[in-house]
């Protein structure tokens, strides 16, 4: 079975955490106050699996903390209220030339956003129908 390692970077606890329940499609994921990388691995139609790398801190910091080596992929979450921070954006514009990324928005409605590149696909994470998009999307990337 290949393997996928997709690191969940940016946004907040709650943003993150409503984002991996879509993900894993369940509501009964308790992610208490876990401050570390957690690995949270879900099996898609392809018979690939996902490894999501999450740091779930409620506590903000200033900047991010790095991600595990070895990524696959990367997904950003993005305060539409806020924007892109000037630290997300350096991570994003690190991060893209080494991996596809993708920025989703923390609302409900799905939005274009161009100026990283190609390889960005947005959407918003509290919507069902958007996680089964992000999920095909992540199955079939090419590593």
């Given amino acids: 079975m290949e393997e996928i390692r997709i690191g969940i970077m940016g946004g907040g606890y709650a943003c993150k955490t409503e984002l991996i329940r879509n993900i894993l499609r369940s509501t009964e994921i308790n ?3 876990a401050g570390e990388w957690m690995d949270l691995g879900v099996t898609v139609s392809n018979k690939r699996r996902l490894h999501l790398y999450a740091s779930l801190e409620r506590r ?4 991010y903390a790095a991600p595990p080596g070895g990524l696959d992929a990367g997904v950003f979450v993005v305060d539409s209220k806020k924007g892109v921070s000037k630290s997300d954006h350096t991570a ?5 030339h080494e991996m596809p990324c993708i920025i989703l928005f923390d609302d409900r409605e799905s939005k274009e956003f161009n100026s990283f590149g190609k390889n960005i696909v947005c959407g918003s994470l509290e919507r069902a129908d958007f ?6 999307f992540l199955a079939n990337i090419n590593c």
């Fill in 60 to 63: 903000v910091k200033k900047g």
């Fill in 131 to 136: 996680a089964e998009r992000l999920i095909d």
């Fill in 31 to 33: 992610f208490n106050d």
């Fill in 92 to 96: 994003i514009t690190t991060v893209k």
